[in-house]
């Protein structure tokens, strides 16, 4: 199971130093699509959508040095921590695929069974509070992971989007390169905030 503060320690690290605000600042103006401030990026993108952001930061965003910023916490391990914690972090870097799945099976409060729709892996999650909202058919953006026994749904946010044939799943389907939650928050701000099935 995903430890509770494990990814917030890496959020923290990067946010709150000082040597890496010229790559959160870019990195904040690439996820809007604008030159702007960093205060000015945040309230366009709202408290409500920042886990879209923090999830693409962190596994998704390519620094300057050519690694995404959990790929430069592996590498560089900046809060020393031991072979042991470090590994959970290597696992998450190899493991992670954020994608549009359909949700094929619920099972309320253990997990779900996702099939990703760009590739047709499918995933057999352990999940608990989502099942809650879950429908078998509807089709949902989202991050999985393997957590070293199981897999997870390890991002911040998501959304469901209802089943059946439309355009927009298709045209997710069919994109050639990966879907990350910067695709899912500018398709939510295209339809102003809300997405329906």
Same mark, same amino acid.
């Given at each position: 199971m995903l430890v509770r503060g494990t990814i917030r320690k890496v959020y923290d690290y990067y946010f709150d130093s000082p040597w890496h605000k010229d790559e959160v600042l870019r990195a904040f103006r690439e996820f809007v699509g604008e030159k702007m401030s960093k205060t000015a990026a945040m309230q366009k993108i709202g408290i409500e959508n920042e886990g879209y952001f923090n999830e693409?930061? !962190?596994?998704d $965003? =390519? #620094?300057?040095? #050519?690694m995404t910023t959990l790929e430069h916490f592996v590498n560089a391990n900046p809060l020393q921590l031991t072979d042991g914690e470090m590994h959970f972090y290597k696992t998450l870097l190899?493991?992670? #695929?954020? @994608?549009l799945f359909e949700i094929v099976r619920v099972e309320q409060m253990i997990g779900m069974t996702l099939k990703d729709l760009q590739t047709g892996t499918v995933y057999e999650v352990r999940e608990m509070s989502a099942t !809650?909202?879950?429908?078998? %058919? +509807? =089709?949902?953006? %989202? #991050? =999985? /992971?393997?957590v070293g026994d199981h897999w997870? !749904? =390890? %991002? /911040?946010?998501? $959304? /469901? !989007? %209802?089943? @059946?044939? +439309? +355009?927009?799943k298709n045209e997710f389907k069919n994109m050639p390169g990966e879907i990350t939650p910067k695709d899912a928050y500018h398709l939510l701000m295209a339809h102003g905030g809300e997405v329906n099935p």
């Open positions: 693409w930061f !962190l596994y $965003y =390519v #620094r300057k040095d #050519r190899e493991s992670n #695929r954020y @994608g !809650l909202d879950a429908h078998p %058919g +509807s =089709v949902m953006f %989202g #991050r =999985v /992971a393997d997870e !749904l =390890v %991002g /911040a946010d998501t $959304y /469901a !989007l %209802g089943g @059946g044939k +439309s +355009s927009w």
